[in-house]
């Protein structure tokens, strides 16, 4: 059965600084893979996804993610962290072909942003 | 207007009543979804449907029952409710499924059972 693990349940960086939120998964086929982020107070939103082709990702504000087989990974970064970037970030994965609700979320990293 | 929308938005209720927590959306979807959302837990799957009049358990079904009746409705049941469901709820839908497509989540109910 597939898994994922999120390395960190809180991260806190500074304003312009580097932020990398880890996800490994665990998978005996081929993965899909996804991030999303939920701001205070609200849903989900999908971030970026990798399914098949380019294993470098490119998401919605700057993000981006890049699949790394040989790692099980799927590790979440951008350059230069932003005030409005605080919210938590759940890695998910499902696989290929698989049951239509077998979409697995990690427990979350919540990203704290200092000015 | 367009979406999925939740309701009602915050609950309490007290051990042994039934609560019914409604999703709807305007997409008309296939796949509908509901999470429950705990500390420590992350989301974890409660029920799925792929379309009206089918359904599926997911990770945490016991103690819920969900009906798709038509397409844009997803509603989820607590017969009796119990503290252990104290939680925010999300529902959500995809018009490919959640293996390969987007998931597009409603706002959360959030349940305290006392």
């Known amino acids: 059965a597939q898994s994922v693990t999120q390395l960190g349940s809180h991260v806190s960086v500074s304003e312009g600084a580097l932020v990398l939120l880890r996800c490994n998964y665990s998978?005996?086929?081929?993965?899909?893979l996804f991030w999303y982020v939920q701001y205070p107070n609200q849903g989900l939103q999908l971030l970026l996804k990798?399914?098949?082709?380019?294993?470098l990702v490119k998401g919605i504000n700057g993000f981006e993610a890049e699949f790394k087989k040989s790692e099980t990974s799927f590790h979440l970064t951008k350059p230069s962290a932003h005030m409005s970037d605080a919210a938590e970030y759940f890695c998910?994965?499902?696989?290929?072909?698989?049951?239509?609700?077998?979409?697995?979320f990690g427990k979350g990293t919540k990203l704290s942003v200092k000015p | 207007d367009a979406g999925i929308t939740q309701s009602p938005r915050y609950k309490i209720t007290e051990t042994g009543r039934q609560v019914t927590l409604m999703c709807h959306q305007t997409?008309?979807?296939?796949?509908m979804f509901w999470y429950r959302q705990d500390l420590g837990h992350g989301l974890r799957l409660i029920y799925y449907?792929?379309?009206?009049?089918?359904?599926d358990k997911g990770e945490v079904p016991d103690g819920y029952v969900v009906s798709r009746s038509k397409t844009e409705n997803f509603p989820l049941t607590l017969e009796s409710a119990t503290r252990s469901q104290t939680s925010v709820y999300f529902c959500?839908?995809?018009?490919?499924?959640?293996?390969?497509?987007?998931?597009?989540f409603g706002e959360g109910s959030r349940l305290t059972v006392l």
């Open positions: 990798y399914t098949t082709g380019a294993t």
């Open positions: 449907s792929a379309a009206a009049d089918i359904t």
């Open positions: 997409w008309s979807h296939s796949y």
């Open positions: 959500a839908s995809s018009g490919r499924g959640g293996a390969t497509g987007e998931l597009f």
């Open positions: 998910a994965v499902s696989l290929y072909g698989g049951s239509q609700g077998n979409l697995i």
């Open positions: 998978s005996s086929v081929p993965p899909y």
